[in-house]
């Protein structure tokens, strides 16, 4: 799979060609290998939008921040809406973060 990572703020965008960006967000491999290297704690991750995906590491406050403001851009006049929540990556998959 041919993708880049971009890196704005403490938020990292995932691009990939296409619409349906958001379903690498079910792809354990693609966490795992491709984007650990952004990564050095758990990862918080946005899809609100099939053609969206974002992602920060939890260690950093302000990143998840960032990751709702993505999802405030997104929200309310967003193609395709998936998720208006913020998720954590945890061993035993993702989970919806408490506030």
């Known amino acids: 799979m041919k993708f880049r990572v971009q890196i704005n703020g403490l938020v990292f965008a995932v691009l990939i060609g296409g619409d349906f960006k958001a379903s690498t967000f079910l792809l354990d491999e693609f966490w ?41 851009r997104v929200w309310p006049t967003g193609d395709h809406l998936i998720s208006n929540k913020i998720y954590v990556r945890r061993p035993t998959g993702w989970q919806v973060r408490q506030s």
Not at 58 to 63: D, K, L, N, V, W
């Open 32 to 72: 795992d290998r491709e984007l650990r290297e952004f990564v050095k704690g758990e990862f918080a991750a946005v899809i609100p939008a099939r053609d969206v995906l974002a992602f920060c590491d939890t260690r950093f406050a302000e990143g998840v921040v960032e990751l709702q403001q993505v999802i405030d």
